[in-house]
């Protein structure tokens, strides 16, 4: 079974200064609800790269997510991910950005 949906948002920022926050993972922890465990390899989102993220409940860490680059394209502001999360529930998701003004972008996550 698929489903399909592409929430979206005004952000209050230039176009530019959303994409650096989304191009890099280690900021992830500044948007997202959960832990960024680790990067491999490190550095900006490029296709290959996984990321491991997990959430604290009942004294424990939980292991919720884990994704993988499919494709940057920093000319279109697009990130493509493959994200696994647990029950074996797998997305693809394509975040594009598009400058509505100097201080203000469309994020589309879908």
Not at 47 to 65: D, K, M, N
Request: proline share 9%; with cysteine.
């Amino acid at each position: 079974m698929s489903f399909s949906t592409c929430p979206m948002a005004i952000v209050n920022a230039p176009v530019d200064q959303v994409w650096r926050l989304l191009a890099n993972p280690i900021q992830y922890d500044l948007w997202w609800e959960v832990r960024t465990r680790s990067i491999i390899p490190e550095g900006p989102a490029r296709p290959g790269q996984q990321i491991f993220a997990q959430t604290s409940a009942l004294g424990r860490q939980w292991p919720v997510a884990h994704l993988t680059v499919q494709a940057v394209a920093p000319e279109k502001w697009r990130l493509d991910l493959l994200t696994r999360l647990p029950l074996g529930i797998s997305v693809r998701n394509q975040i594009t950005c598009l400058p509505l003004d100097s201080d203000h972008t469309r994020v589309s996550f879908g």
